[in-house]
């Protein structure tokens, strides 16, 4: 059984920085996608960026390229999300996924396995 648990939400000013975690827990995710989602509020559930687990080239939104970097540190099982330059818009609750396999998928569907959600917000 996968679990995922997201840590380092919070409130930010814009333009401010914010590293959100998820720790996961499995037998092994050598074979496993990994994702952050958002919730943006009174809009539908949005990808946001993936990685491989065992390798390859990250994906990202094209909202967020260039200002988020997706990142993993395979001796604790954890995968980061580096968010720099924030704006009011990136207010959301963020989400860790996972899936089996080795493609990258931006639909919410495919994915398993959910955290239970980090808040973000971006505020002056």
């Known amino acids: 059984q996968v679990q995922l648990v997201e840590s380092g939400g919070g409130l930010v000013q814009p333009g401010g920085s914010l590293r959100l975690s998820c720790a996961a827990s499995?037998?092994?995710?050598?074979?496993?996608?990994m994702a952050w989602f958002r919730h943006p509020p009174g809009k539908e559930r949005e990808f946001v960026a993936a990685i491989i687990w065992s390798g390859g080239s990250p994906r990202y939104a094209d909202s967020v390229k260039g200002r988020f970097t997706i990142s993993k540190d395979n001796a604790k099982n954890t995968v980061y999300l580096q968010m720099n330059s924030l704006k009011p818009d990136d207010t959301a609750v963020y989400y860790c996924a996972a899936r089996p396999g080795t493609i990258v998928y931006e639909t919410r569907p495919v994915y398993d396995y959910w955290g239970q959600g980090t808040q973000v917000t971006v505020s002056s």
């Open positions: 499995a037998p092994t995710f050598s074979r496993y996608t």
